[in-house]
């Protein structure tokens, strides 16, 4: 009796320690799972296009029958292709610190006929018309846009006119909401709780996120190290927060160096979302789930590849899962042509193109 009662205590505490940690959960979100998408799953296969990409982090955002790379290794940033032909177009955006050149190129998106780009490292967007953009080579920016604070991470404009970027340094917010002229207005948007007590340096690395506008007036979050997104209006309003599929938390250690601290990757920490797009009514998504510790083990300096999209409403509302038989890196949707497009590691970089 003794020796059943001693091993009923220990599988007890076995349930509770389990309990307990997946007892966590994130403020206020909806969670969701593989179960809750109601439409049949899709398996798509991809066609290799002779496009080499000369980059180690490579991103491909798609216009028209135009495929604009990012390409850190040249000097220029953006490398434009003809998807027809495949034959490489021109560059753009050269590296520098004078007028028209940036230190460093962070993130850059197509919004009503004009091609922003952001430059961490100075602060700074430039803003070019894309008809003219596309013409020549030395396109010269149309407008360029100075943050008055110094502590963002990416950026996006909303239809509204402001900008909203992603910023560090706050331990309770992590967004902030500029004029059109990069006048600073506000901080908000909570950092998401779940309950885990953070420093700032773990925090930051444990919510780093990617900013999409979602018509006509929404815009979403996505996390790249757990599985949450979250929907707010133009005027900084949570709207919506989903948890899902897999429910998993950030795992990120502080760690000391000699010159401050750094933030390293816990062995419980897995890649959730990345790349999102908006089409049709609809949010599409690329996928993880892969422990990020034992894949950064195993491919040192190499970007995460993705073999799911994830299909959501615009409010949201879990629709269908795409299977890739090839995985990319980045995301971009032609839809005139049913066709998606995103970047593959055969024996280089290269361009994969998917029919939908």
Known sequence: ?????????????????????????????NVFSYKDFTEEALT??????????????????????????????????????????FREIGNYVPFGSGPGEMLDLRDYFFKDDKIWTFSMNQQKIQIYSLSQFLRADQTIPEKI??????QNCN?????????????????????ALYSENGTFIRHFGEVPDYGEKLTLVEQEMAFICQL???????FLISYLGTDLLELYDNIGVLKNTIHGPDHFFPDMKQTSIPEGYISNIGKKARYGYYSPVFIENEIWILYSGENMFSYEKSNP???????????????LIPKRVINLDIPIYSL??????????????????CIVKYLF
Not at 4 to 19: R, T
Not at 212 to 218: F, K, L, R, T, V
Not at 333 to 347: R, W
């Open 1 to 29: 009796m003794k020796l059943l009662i001693k091993n009923f205590l220990i599988l007890y505490a076995l349930v509770c320690i389990c309990g307990c940690e997946n007892g966590k959960s994130y403020k206020n979100a």
């Open 44 to 85: 798509l296969h991809g066609e290799i296009l002779p496009i080499e990409v000369m980059s180690n982090m490579p991103r491909v955002l798609c216009i028209d029958s135009i495929a604009l790379v990012i390409n850190f290794n040249r000097d220029y940033y953006i490398t434009s292709y003809n998807l027809n032909n």
């Open 145 to 150: 846009i100075n943050f008055n604070e110094k």
């Open 155 to 175: 950026v996006l404009s909303l239809t509204s006119g402001h900008i909203i970027t992603a910023t560090s340094g706050h331990k309770k917010t992590h967004l």
């Open 212 to 218: 999409s506008n979602i018509p006509p007036d929404n």
């Open 301 to 315: 300096q190499k970007p995460l590849l993705m073999n799911k999209i994830l299909v959501f409403s615009k409010d």
């Open 332 to 349: 971009t949707i032609d839809p005139a042509n049913n066709v998606f497009y995103g970047v593959t590691l055969a024996s280089e970089y």
